[in-house]
């Protein structure tokens, strides 16, 4: 059977699964981040 651990003994497929419930990744920020920004500089100003 394949062990999916790395040679220090991480379990890989650990590792993807609670990275998948964090949340955003660094990218997805930016990007959220700079549509944001977009839209709050395209409103009008009073």
């Known amino acids: ?3 999916n ?3 220090a ?3 890989i497929n650990e590792v993807k ?3 998948n ?3 955003l990744t660094f990218n997805e920020a930016k990007i ?3 549509k ?3 839209t709050q500089s ?3 100003k009073s």
């Open 1 to 3: 059977m394949y062990n």
């Open 5 to 7: 651990k790395t040679i």
């Open 9 to 11: 003994g991480t379990d």
């Open 17 to 19: 699964r609670l990275n």
């Open 21 to 23: 419930k964090s949340g």
């Open 32 to 34: 959220a981040l700079t």
């Open 36 to 38: 944001q920004k977009n």
């Open 42 to 44: 395209e409103k009008p």
